[in-house]
């Protein structure tokens, strides 16, 4: 299939006429072509949404027509759901279980949310007592925003970077990842067919490289959305300095999930697998460090071994599938980097941390359990971005609560217990944007999503999303008129 990419409402070759391939991760069979966009591609894009912002409807349209476009839009998405988790599966290495309970009806939800979220962005009055009027403040769109994103969630994120910056009224130019554009192309479609005027949105299918560079350094883009790792949100941050344009950024993870010696093993054993596993470790929410208390150390270890080895690895078309593969030979080569490391370093390999048998095409690999591991060793240090668990055995809430926090990171956190009194204590003294308890993964479109330290700045979802989407503007209106009679005497009235 050859796709084409979405410039100014028209579906758009790359200038240059070249074109990438795009495979299925499962089979590494070649499944698709799409335009490899320039850096003249993604200008051609920023120029239509700002002409689209400045001289176009959609910044000025009342907030319940936009909703309403984007509730169109979350209506085509569910007719054509069954035909998005498939396309989500092959090209995104997600099991198609996942991508049909997971993804796609979050993709949904999310678009809805902010269709609805759309009609509550309007104006305040305040009380300024110490001028003794009232004022108005205005949230109004910022302008041109860019969204970069990343290739585990290939839809759920483009939603992320266009339902809510459309809801508050601005224009968006996204580019998904070199990996998987194909969801974010077909979304577009759909947006269009909603409604979305041409210029509004657009998708750019190019490199980091060169089509990401110039949507966050071109002097017309207002505000810049990324999503992806640390250390590219760095040079994110370095690039979008120059022209001071606003940025959030949502990036790495090194989340730990603390067993506390009341948990409910076999609940807690069954989480772990999810908050380690899912989508083959590859999600910035990961639970990647598994604390134990010192006293449930082995007969947790020797259970959570037992049900690891239960998990089916597989394509992600089949619908017995746990596991699927990794995104690429070159993420899986990293990881196995990661897993070789832990083994220099003295951790010990207590299952897996090899190529499955059995599955000779695609990007397989074994999920893995080191244990002993200390908070000094790579592995137990940076995003490994894969199936790997660390274990680290702790003696005292207090321990447990430094090894926790031992970390440049802070996206989430995972506490298990069956005290929940003593698990929220523990919960509330971990410096993460998300701790659940006795949970782990679960996002709401209405809660906050976002990082701590170096996992990122600014959130995602909820209001707070939706505001980082707007400038507030001061009204300053007296209707009085009394307020310039008391100019400090600079200017004396008649
Ligand atoms: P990545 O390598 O940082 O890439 C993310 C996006 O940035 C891709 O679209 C990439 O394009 C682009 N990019 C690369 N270099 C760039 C540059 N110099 N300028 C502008 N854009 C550039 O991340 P990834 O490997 O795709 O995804 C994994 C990472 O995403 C992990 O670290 C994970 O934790 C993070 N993540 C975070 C969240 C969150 O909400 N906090 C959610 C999901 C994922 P190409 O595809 O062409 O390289
Ligand atoms: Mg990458």
Redesign the pocket.
Known sequence: MEYKMLIDGGWTEAASGRRSGVIDPSTEEAIATVPRASREDARAAIDAARDSFDGGPWPQMRTDERGDVLERLARLLEENAEEFASLEALNGGKPIRQASFGDIPMAIEHTRYFAQLAKTLGEEVVELPDIGIKSRVLREPIGVCTG??????PLL?AVWKIAPALAAGNTVIL?????TPLTALEYARLAMKAGVPSGVLNVVTG???EV??E??SNPKVDRVA????????R??MA?AASTVKKVTL????KAPMVVLEDADMEEAIRGTLFGAFLHQGQ??LSGTRLLLPSSLHDSFLKRLIEKTKSLRLGPTSSWETDLGPLISESQREGVEGYIAGGLGDGARLVHGGRRPEGLERGFYLEPTIFDDVTSDMTIARE?I?GPVLSIFAYDGPEEAVDLANATTYG?AASVWSSDLKRAEEVARRIRAGTVWVNHHHILSCAAP?G?YGQ??IGR?LGIWGLHEYTELKHLFLDESGEAMKDAFGLVSPE
């Open positions: 970069i994103i990343p290739w585990n969630y994120m580019k998904p990842a070199t990996y490199s980091g490289s990401g560079e949507l966050v990324f999503t992806g790792s640390t250390e590219v949100g040079k994110v690039m949502e990036l790495g993870g999600v910035c995003e971005f996206l999503h990082g996992s990122g995602e």
